[in-house]
């Protein structure tokens, strides 16, 4: 398969991360016989300081014109202390998702049993937990007016949704359920907030043409603490925009490290493959952030275009350097392995596990057909 990737590295550690994701889908491209293409553009505080704008207009037309977007990570802790910073690194990231069309954001939470002493939480109450979060990506508090009074006293942030922008995510994550363990959770603010409550009432109506899938409601407050107390209830978790964001640091917590999350962001003629994490300045240029996510990312690009057995392969590249303890210090203090090392080890053991138990049947005499 041909396939155009738009590579934005952004700030931090975005660009070391996403190198070993590149990494990692090279050596797909020779493993399995496919032609990618990788073009890079500007994006976040690096695009403003070489063009004055977090995304500039050639970033966008490539991502438009490309099969898929490999996101980095953006922001700089020179915007971040400024609150009065006019332009932001942020404003790209968000802009992007906006003009791509990019409504839904798909966050795999899964625990590494290999990890599970990474976890602060007890074994007992991590182990198995596997569970998806579809958080809305380009509507809610996010997107709606912003407004500040003229003595920059009073400010606000409006939180808008419409039926349309609600009942294509549900859809979504409905359809996940399906062939999962067929329960989605939502997680809203319906005591308090009038959009919340919108949220319940499509979610509800949309929930009876699947009359398979368990719904579930859950308050956002109730829904962080039952991430922590009991998170292998969770199937599918379905929320807004900001919810989703905030949910979604703290499940990582679960798995050992935010640097094992990735997650898709998708729309109907676009999608973006990006880290949940960001630009983790503190760490820039120090080779210790870990390329997990980055290189997920890029296993969920490859997934999106029906490649699964090269994202298998992926996946089984990177369980193997977990096994094998060649992880960064996030996941192992005593760790001295850097980013670039555990990038080119995962991206040198991705098989064609196909061809691999082929082989070997062939060698004792089996056909592959027997086998699997
Ligand atoms: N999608 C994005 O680009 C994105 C996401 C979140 C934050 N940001 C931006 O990133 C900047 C820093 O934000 P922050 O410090 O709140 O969040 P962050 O995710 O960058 O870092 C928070 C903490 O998570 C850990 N961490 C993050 N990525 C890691 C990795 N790959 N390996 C190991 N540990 C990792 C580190 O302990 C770090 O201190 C801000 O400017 C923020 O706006 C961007
Ligand atoms: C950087 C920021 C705009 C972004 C968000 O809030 O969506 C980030 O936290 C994320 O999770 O991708
Ligand atoms: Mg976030």
Request: charged share 20%; proline share 4%.
């Amino acid at each position: 398969m041909n396939l155009k990737i738009a590579l934005l590295s952004g700030d931090g550690i975005g660009p070391e991360v996403l190198a070993q994701a590149v990494k990692c889908l090279q050596s797909v491209e020779t493993t399995f016989n496919h032609h990618f293409t990788f073009s890079p553009a500007l994006v976040g505080a690096t695009a403003i300081d070489q063009t004055g704008t977090p995304l500039p207009d050639e970033t966008l037309e490539l991502c438009k014109n490309s099969d898929a977007v490999l996101f980095g990570a953006i922001g700089d802790p020179k915007y971040d202390n400024d609150p009065n910073a006019k332009v932001r690194p942020e404003q790209g990231l968000l802009k992007l998702r906006k003009e791509l069309g990019l409504f839904s954001n798909i966050r795999p939470v899964r625990v590494y049993q290999s990890l599970i002493d990474r976890s602060p939480l007890k074994k007992e109450i991590v182990s198995g937990v596997d569970f998806t979060i579809y958080r809305e990506l380009t509507g809610g508090i996010y997107f709606g007016e912003k407004k500040i009074n003229e003595k920059g006293t009073v400010a606000s942030d409006l939180c808008e949704y419409s039926e349309k922008e609600i009942s294509r995510i549900a859809h979504l994550a409905f359809k996940a359920a399906k062939s999962r363990r067929k329960k989605v959770t939502l997680v809203d603010k319906a005591n308090v907030l009038e959009s919340s409550r919108l949220w319940r009432k499509v979610v509800t109506r949309i929930g009876e043409s699947y009359p398979e899938i368990e719904l579930d409601f859950l308050f956002v407050d109730n829904a962080a603490m039952q991430m922590i107390l009991n998170p292998s209830q969770f199937d599918v978790i379905l929320t807004n925009n900001m919810f989703g964001d905030i949910i979604s640091d703290e499940a990582s917590v679960i798995t050992g490290s935010i640097g094992l999350l990735a997650s898709a962001s998708v729309g109907a003629d676009n999608a973006m493959f990006e880290p949940i994490h960001g630009s983790f300045p503190q760490a820039t240029g120090l080779d210790i952030a870990n390329p997990i996510a980055a290189i997920l990312s890029a296993a969920m690009l490859l997934e999106h275009h029906g490649l699964i057995e090269e994202a298998q392969a992926i996946h089984m590249a990177v369980e193997n350097a977990i096994l094998n303890n060649v992880v960064t210090p996030d996941l192992n203090a005593d760790s001295t392995l850097g980013t670039d090392y555990v990038g080119d080890y995962i991206a040198n053991s991705i098989v064609d596990t196909d061809e691999y138990l082929h082989l070997n049947n062939e060698n004792i005499g089996l056909g592959k057909s027997t086998i699997i």
